[in-house]
């Protein structure tokens, strides 16, 4: 099957040809037809099957069948996402896919200025891309009419519900006209999803092209075990050793992300931190410094990198497991995107046991460990103490004190310890071994 086969305009076609595609993915194959009939869509699929230009190509052919011609654009369809870099990749495939339509869209999202934004509506838009927040925030100043509307577009549902948008999203369900398509994309069917489903849409397709909760079976998945004061050590001999260039690696907290970040940038390895804590342009700054390979790692939290949409990204690490397994499919969703071959490797100390399991249950199969000379884990080290449903942070009293004082070198690694330094061409150049106390 083709593009061309799904009825898609010669103006679509040849975007999509630019864009280096020629053969539509399995949603897509679903997706786009039923879209470009009108029909209400509850669509779920993993992260990385191509479901944006999904619903991006049949409503731009959709909208362009009745362009008006004179007067102010109103909106027309309207696409909410969770975050902001979901926001604004949708928004950069809306005008590469449109670019041979006469179709105007626009961006809003928190985080930067508003003014430009109030610029852009004035001018008129046929597509908005938009977070629920910054949306009604334009609303609330009557920048924005969504009164037009002939598409609703809820990418990333699930996530969305997560995060605590549904008030928000029932305030701008409040607002749109009752006639109207709805779209509605998750990565799984859960109960609240459903829910949601069943108050705004109407008679809507099914359209599921992949298990609940399972990984792309193009991505590896690996386990090392390793003692948590460890990790850190053992993350940049795995990048040094193997030469990863491109490595995108989760952290559960903010404070985590930045500490980590800190520190692979001590060991010769450029890395750069994203999460809700930064500014929009140094979120922006930083995703863009690593699509292009100015930074080598890129440490995030799942927040930040939901939606992320990396070209052949070659590699996920899981620094420290999710508490919530469905976050651990998101994760290393990252990779292994659109039928390429990923990796997602997960370093787990003895803490993390039983969120390993949690995750094995999920998926319904075993993640293969593999262990790493001069990296074993300590037999003597037993798991913290559990306190609300996660490892203690501030660390338990007996058995583990005598562990804090451990350096963290192996003898027997080669590069244990190793500060990696990189030449003007990213290759590592030279190791010196040096001791370290790892400070956890």
């Not at 997706?31 to 049949?58: E, N």
């Not at 490892?391 to 080669?414: D, M, Y």
Request: aromatic share 4%; glycine share 8%.
């Amino acid at each position: 099957m083709t593009f061309a086969d799904l009825g898609l305009a010669t103006e679509l076609l040849r975007a999509v040809s630019e864009q280096g595609y020629s053969q539509p993915t399995p949603i897509q194959a679903k997706a786009i037809p039923a879209v470009l009939k009108g029909a209400d869509i509850l669509a779920a699929a993993q992260t990385g099957t191509g479901k944006t230009a999904g619903f991006t190509l049949p409503l731009l052919q959709r909208l362009n069948s009745k362009t008006p011609v004179n007067g102010r654009r109103p909106v027309r369809a309207l696409v909410l996402t969770p975050t902001r870099e979901l926001a604004a990749q949708i928004a950069e495939s809306v005008t590469n896919y449109g670019k041979y339509l006469p179709l105007r869209s626009a961006v809003i999202f928190g985080g930067v200025s508003i003014r430009p934004q109030f610029s852009a509506l004035r001018s008129g838009v046929d597509i908005l891309v938009a977070t629920p927040g910054r949306l009604l925030d334009h609303v609330g100043q009557r920048t924005l009419d969504l009164s037009k509307v002939e598409i609703l577009v809820l990418d990333e549902a699930d996530r969305m519900l997560d995060m605590g948008f549904i008030h928000d999203i029932r305030k701008i369900l409040a607002l749109l006209p009752k006639q109207r398509q709805n779209l509605l994309f998750s990565a799984t069917f859960s109960s609240d999803i459903k829910r949601l489903a069943n108050g705004f849409l109407t008679s809507p397709e099914l359209i599921e092209v992949a298990q609940r909760n399972t990984a792309a079976e193009t991505v590896a998945q690996v386990v090392h075990r390793v003692d948590k004061k460890r990790k850190r050590e053992l993350l940049s001999y795995l990048i040094g050793s193997q030469n990863w260039r491109q490595v995108l690696v989760f952290t559960r907290t903010k404070h985590g992300a930045n500490h980590l970040s800190g520190q692979l940038t001590k060991d010769g390895i450029s890395a750069a931190a994203i999460h809700g804590n930064k500014s929009q342009g140094a979120r922006t700054k930083a995703l863009a410094d690593f699509k292009k390979g100015a930074v080598r790692v890129l440490v995030a939290t799942d927040i930040a990198a939901r939606g992320l949409d990396i070209d052949q990204l070659p590699y996920v690490v899981n620094y420290e497991l999710p508490n919530i397994s469905e976050d651990y499919v998101h994760r290393i969703g990252r990779t292994g995107r659109a039928g390429r071959a990923g990796q997602a490797v997960s370093l787990v100390c003895v803490d993390e046991l039983k969120l390993l399991k949690d995750i094995e249950r999920l998926l319904t199969a075993k993640i293969p460990e593999q262990m790493i000379a001069g990296y074993e884990p300590n037999p003597h080290i037993v798991a913290e103490p559990i306190k609300n449903g996660r490892p203690n942070q501030a660390g338990a009293k007996g058995k583990n004190q005598h562990n804090r004082n451990r350096t963290s070198l192996s003898k027997g690694s080669k590069f244990a310890g190793a500060k990696v330094r990189t030449g003007r061409n990213g290759n590592a150049a030279t190791a010196k071994t040096r001791r370290i106390a790892m400070s956890g």
